[in-house]
């Protein structure tokens, strides 16, 4: 049963502090997303991937946000420092995207709490 | 800029009864669109899905209408089920010189009383 795979699913932390969030695509899918979801903003692109590199962080906070993926089984969110306002849901997904389009299939997400 | 809106937060209806979520969008270059229903604690999943070349997609209970014109889709459920209720969110996705990227509405909660 193939999923993407969240770790940790929740996180609280301290402002000021490094948070790292983990996602394991599914095997064979060549583009990562990485969600914010928010009440105002629904589901908010914050960076996506393809063949593990960079497309667009457009919707990243560049200052304090950054997005890799160090192998085709790993991408990261990391958000340093990190403030009260950073608190959501932060969903990954993957997909195989190509000549036709294809959906996303969503991780559970990692729930981060920023006191 | 909310490229995607779905302007009801929340829809009730009654066991049994047809249940419409609606959705509309601004950008005239999406060619494909999709419907993704979210339990609490849970990452959304893949309902149903359209291409632009249609007008309509059925799925069992679950069909989606797209009026290209209006730049509106919907979802109708019928019958609608007490485990319908989740949050629904439209998606619709263009594509670009790196390829396709969804977008996303804010969601609307639907609640079936049994």
């Known amino acids: 049963d193939a999923r993407v795979t969240q770790t940790p699913r929740h996180k609280v932390t301290e402002m000021g502090q490094e948070v790292t969030m983990r996602c394991q695509p599914i095997l064979g899918h060549n583009t990562v997303f990485w969600y914010r979801q928010t009440m105002m903003q629904g589901l908010e692109l914050l960076a996506y991937?393809?063949?593990?590199?960079?497309?667009?962080d457009s919707g990243m906070p560049k200052d304090r946000f950054s997005a890799e993926m160090p192998d085709a089984t790993l991408a990261t969110l990391k958000i340093q420092p990190s403030e009260p306002r950073d608190s959501a849901v932060y969903f990954c997904?993957?997909?195989?995207?190509?000549?036709?389009?294809?959906?996303?299939?969503f991780g559970q997400g990692t729930r981060l709490t920023v006191v | 800029d909310q490229q995607v809106k779905q302007n009801s937060p929340s829809l009730s209806v009654q066991e049994g009864r047809i249940s419409i979520l609606n959705c509309d969008y601004t950008n005239s270059m999406f060619d494909y669109f999709l419907w993704y229903k979210k339990y609490p604690a849970e990452g959304p999943t893949f309902l149903i899905s359209?291409?632009?070349?249609?007008d309509k997609n059925e799925d069992g209970r679950f069909t989606v209408f797209l009026n290209k014109s209006a730049k509106h889709l919907s979802l109708h459920i019928v019958p609608s089920q007490p485990g319908d209720s989740a949050v629904y969110f439209c998606a619709a996705s263009a594509p670009t010189n790196t390829g396709n990227q969804f977008y996303f509405g804010t969601g609307t909660s639907l609640t079936v009383i049994p």
């Open positions: 997904a993957s997909g195989l995207v190509g000549t036709g389009t294809t959906e996303a299939f």
């Open positions: 359209i291409s632009s070349i249609k």
């Open positions: 991937f393809r063949n593990r590199a960079p497309l667009d």
